[in-house]
Structure formats: structure tokens, C-alpha cells
Nanobody
């Protein structure tokens, strides 16, 4: 499976940003897709997870309110809508899916929250 993220960039504190992750090479409807983020010098942390088949969506406690994960099955794409961004949320954001217990990652997209 190939994952390609887009949508990162520079945003002011309190502003919104929407990330996209396009998947190919595997039946999209069978995937469980996640967004992770890794700040400089820190571990990569799970942000949110959405199954393409099913309705249970998971959010990390720290992002529950301002972030929304969604999918467009017709476009094989997962989105992460981020609102009320804070400077400490500056990180590289990665798209992830596990297939046969093997992690598959996109290249990451940089999100910088700064005035």
C-alpha cells in the first residue's frame, strides 16, 4: 500500500488546517487508517484512527475536541481537520495503516504553528 500525505504548512495559532492522505495499492474499504504526529525530539504519537468499514473512531485525549478525522471512500482518501491549532502541535504528521500486522507509513507532512 502507498500513502501520500498533503496539506501541511505554516498556520497561525488558533487557525485551522486540513491534511489529506491518499491511499493506493490495497482495497481501501478494508483499511483502518490513522494519523500520527512527531514533534522534534519526541516520539511519534497516535492522533486519531478511523476504520473504513465500521463506525468507531478513536481520538487521542489531547486532540479530541478540535480535530476531526474523516474519509472519502470514493477518493481513497482520509482527512484530518485540525482546528484551534497550538504552537506545541508543530510536528510532522504521518498517515498510517497496518496490513497483516505490518506498519505502512506515508512520507509525512510538516505542520508548523507559529505567528
Amino acid at each position: 500500500v502507498q500513502l501520500v500525505e498533503s496539506g501541511g504548512g505554516l498556520v497561525q495559532p488558533g487557525g485551522p488546517l486540513r491534511l489529506s492522505c491518499a491511499a493506493s495499492g490495497f482495497p481501501f474499504s478494508r483499511l483502518v487508517m490513522s494519523w500520527y504526529r512527531q514533534a522534534p525530539g519526541k516520539e511519534r504519537d497516535l492522533v486519531a484512527t478511523i476504520p473504513m468499514a465500521g463506525s468507531i473512531i478513536y481520538y487521542a485525549e489531547s486532540v479530541k475536541s478540535p480535530f476531526t478525522i474523516s474519509s472519502d471512500n470514493a477518493k481513497n482518501t482520509v482527512y484530518l481537520q485540525m482546528n484551534s491549532l497550538k504552537p506545541e502541535e508543530t510536528a510532522v504528521y504521518y498517515c498510517n495503516t497496518q496490513i497483516f500486522r505490518s506498519d505502512n507509513w506515508g512520507q509525512g507532512t510538516q505542520v508548523t504553528v507559529s505567528s
